[in-house]
Structure formats: C-alpha cells, structure tokens
C-alpha cells in the first residue's frame, strides 16, 4: 500500500511556492521569483502545516520589492483570473492560496492598510477561507472589521457570504479566539440562516453551536426565532437546528431535545448492555448489544457514552450518536455497535477501567464496565 503524503506537504511543497512565485511575478516583474522559491523552500521541509503558511507568508513580505497598498494590490492581482481558473476544486479552496491571508494578517493589520487589507481578505477567500486571518483583525480593529463582515453577507459570492459567519464563530478550532462577546454577529447570522448555499448555513449551524455551549438559552431562542421567521427551508431549518445543538444534546440537555421533538421523559425502558468482550486494547472492536421498549408510542434519539479518566486522574467521557426512530409498545428496539477504540494525534487510549452507557433523549441509562489493557 503506498503511504499517503501529509498534508503539509500536499499544501505546501517546493512546486507550489514556486507557483506562488511565479504569479506575483506576472504582475510585479521586479519580484525575484528564483529568489523567493529558494528563501522559503530553505526552511520548509521541516515545519508543520501552519508554520509552513507563516513561513511563506514571511518570504512574501521580505521579496515583494513594495510595500503598503501597492503589495496588497500586487498580491490581489496575482490571483489567477477564477477560483476554476486557479485549480479550486471544492468550497474551502485551494491550499497554495492560504499564505495569501496570512500575509495581509500578518504584515497590513495598521489603520492605514485597514480598508485595503479587509478587502484583500474578502478577495482570498475565494481562493482559500480567510476566516483565520480576519479573526486578528476582529481583535484589533472590532468595529472596522464588523463593517466589512456585515457587507460580505449580502456579497455574490456564497464563500464571502460564508466567511462572514466563520471569522465570527465564538470557538473556530485551530485559530485564535476572538474578544467580542458571544452573540456578537447573531444579527449576521440572521441574514445568512436562509442562505441558498448549504457551505453557508452549516458555518451558520457551527456558529450557533458555540453559542449553545456557553448561551444555550440565547442559542435556543435564536432557533425559535428563526422557525417562526420561515426564512430557511424546512429540510435546512432542521439541518441547522440538528446541527446547532449537537454539543447540547451530547450533555442531556431536555431544553434542547423538546425543540426537536423528543420529550426527555420518554416512557422507554434499556436493558443492561451486553458486550461482546470486557477486555480491549488499543485498536480492538468495542461490540455491543442492548434492548429499548416502550410503554408508548415515541420519538427517540439514541447516544451511547464511553467515559473513563485520564492518565492524570481526570474523569473523560465521549458521546457519540447511535440511532433515531420511533419505539413502540409492540415492537423492542434492538441498539447495536461495533466501536474502533484507538489512540488518536490528540487523545491516548489509556490503559484502565471504561464504562458504556446508552442515553435515550438525554436520560442515561445504567453503565456496563470493561477495561483496556496494555497491548
């Protein structure tokens, strides 16, 4: 089997610096192409994905042989006429274009590149998502940058419609938190929750969701608000309701599963879980079988819930989904699942007692133990 090649160097590698090069050199004759190449590719191979995008985010401003809104301009232009045009082949783009962004975070969040830069973004976007860079210039200029997002929700293009609701999300993984409170951009998600583009209305679902992890009631209201407004579709209303409070419903939370119609007190019975082996390790399938009834008819929505602790003692649970339906009185639901446990890049499987439980609208059911050992 041929090993896959990481990201990092899928995203970034010797012959797209040299693209990269070789584009802002078509529009700025002056850029030493060869020059640049050579500078960045001397560090490249050893850094990760985000150091590599710094990185060629710094061999920009080193060779562009201008500086303030003529670099900006220059970086613009050399965008390829299209996102097509450029070899983008899905809605978050294209990997080459993600130091672009960072560029302009980096080196044009003054007052005086403020308006060219913010346009800048809205410009790469179409090329690669910008919603990381915005974020640093959301901390440091809040009112400017929330001007601009406003206007990219009205924007043609549906990944501008997108970023406006991204770059605002209160937890955007793997980017710096913002400073503006939570709810901040809820009136920019008000324009975009009925957005023709489903690449808008699941960022539109994410946003909403950080909401609820902190403001589930402000979450909750924006939803009904929303379901009595009309403006979305009722197959991407349900979508982003489902999608919005995901994390709630991992916790139980019976606010969140009545507005999507299961009642929390479900008259539903589970049996203890039977599992195939109580012994694992790493790598190993976790199987296991359980029995639901139902004293009357009832929408349910089944998790299951692996919790143990840490290797420094903290309590960890994961809750995952596992089936939706309608019991009834006549008719046991059968629950059943074949788990992979394994170790992840960011969560080791340690070696201990584990316990299983099924959760039905939120109410947890009696546990059923196993343990992993040592391989």
Do not use: C
């Amino acid at each position: 089997m041929t090993a896959q090649v990481p990201l990092k160097e899928r995203a970034l590698n010797d012959e797209r610096i040299a693209r990269i090069g070789r584009e802002v050199q078509a529009v700025l004759p002056a850029f030493d192409a060869d020059a640049f190449t050579a500078d960045v590719m001397s560090d490249l191979p050893r850094l990760e994905l985000k150091a590599r995008i710094a990185r060629t985010a710094r061999g920009l401003h080193e060779h562009l042989p201008v500086t303030g809104p003529a670099a900006l301009d220059a970086l613009v232009h050399s965008l390829p006429s299209s996102p097509q045009a450029a070899g983008v082949t899905n809605d978050f783009g294209f990997h080459i274009y993600s130091p672009h962004s960072s560029y302009v975070a980096r080196y044009h969040r003054t007052t005086e590149d403020l308006d060219q830069a913010l346009e800048a973004l809205r410009a790469f976007t179409r090329y690669f998502s910008s919603e990381d860079a915005a974020r640093y210039f959301l901390n440091d200029f809040p009112e400017q940058t929330m001007a601009a997002v406003e206007k990219w929700t009205v924007d043609d293009d549906y990944r501008v419609r997108r970023l406006a609701s991204e770059s605002t999300r209160p937890m955007l993984p793997g980017s710096p938190r913002i400073t503006l409170p939570v709810g901040t951009a809820l009136p920019i998600l008000d324009r975009l929750y009925g957005d023709t583009s489903h690449f808008v209305t699941t960022s539109v679902a994410n946003h909403l969701r950080d909401i609820s992890r902190s403001e589930p009631d402000l979450a909750l209201a924006t939803l009904t608000r929303w379901k009595t407004e009309g403006a979305a579709t009722d197959k991407e209303f349900a979508f982003i309701a489902r999608e919005a409070l995901k994390a709630k419903l991992k916790e139980g939370w019976p606010a969140g599963y009545g507005f999507l119609g299961y009642a929390a007190d479900a008259p539903v019975a589970v049996s203890s879980v039977r599992l195939e082996h109580t012994e694992l390790r790493d790598g190993d399938a976790l199987s296991f079988t359980a029995d639901l009834t139902a004293t009357t008819t009832v929408e349910v929505n089944v998790m299951y819930v692996i919790s143990s602790t840490t290797s420094t003692g903290k309590p960890r649970q994961k809750v995952y989904a596992l089936k939706k339906g309608t019991a009834t009185p006549d008719q046991p639901m059968t629950l059943a699942k074949t788990h992979r446990l394994r170790s992840t890049a960011t969560t080791a499987l340690t070696p201990g007692a584990y316990q299983l439980a099924i959760q039905v609208n939120g109410h947890r059911f009696d546990h059923a133990e196993f343990r992993v050992v040592e391989r």
